[in-house]
């Protein structure tokens, strides 16, 4: 064995797919970041864990309409969400500048995104982890899956710009519902 650095932990238990969160502020402009760090944390209903920095555009939004949405990208549009990640909402357009295409959700003011595979319209149901960890605790309220994307390939951030694509799906008998 060899020793790890500390900071490089992270790439090791990296929890799922690269995802887009777009969010709606109070005042009515869209935004969209690249997210990886966030994890379901119970089934019925569907809640999902995640980080948003406190330096980010999309925390203030959240944190004010306490709403958002998870859209799921495909590997075909890894090239935009780096360029959704690498640059602030607070001067940018991102949808306009990653070509991504806003539609309207129906239980959130947050956009959709039509490109995505699967769009999660979502509401903050618990912050009591936001000051000491910037983590929020969303609700599903609605998921969306788009029949023309059938097989899609998830992409996985591992650190330094790197990204696995989601492989092969092998099956064992499960006793779990």
């Not at 790439?11 to 970041?33: C, D, F, K």
């Not at 935009?80 to 909402?89: F, P």
């Not at 605790?137 to 609605?142: A, F, N, Q, T």
């Amino acid at each position: 064995m060899k020793e790890l650095p500390l900071a490089e932990v992270y790439r090791l238990i990296e929890p799922g797919p690269v995802v887009l969160l777009s969010t709606r502020s109070a005042h009515g402009r869209s935004n969209v970041m690249t997210m990886s760090w966030h994890t379901m944390v119970a089934v019925a209903p569907p809640t999902i864990a995640c980080v948003v920095s406190s330096n980010d555009l999309s925390f203030f939004a959240l944190r004010q309409t306490k709403e958002c949405v998870i859209a799921i990208p495909d590997v075909g549009l890894a090239e935009k969400v780096v360029k959704v990640g690498n640059c602030s909402g607070r001067d940018t357009d991102k949808f306009a500048t990653a070509w991504l295409t806003p539609l309207p959700a129906e239980r959130v003011s947050a956009p959709l995104v039509a490109e995505c595979f699967a769009n999660l319209e979502c509401r903050v149901v618990d912050t009591r982890l936001v000051d000491k960890y910037n983590l929020f605790v969303l609700e599903v309220l609605k998921a969306w899956v788009d029949p023309g994307q059938p097989k899609p390939k998830t992409i996985h951030h591992v650190g330094n710009g790197a990204f696995v694509v989601d492989g092969e799906v092998i099956h064992f008998e499960s006793r779990m519902p």
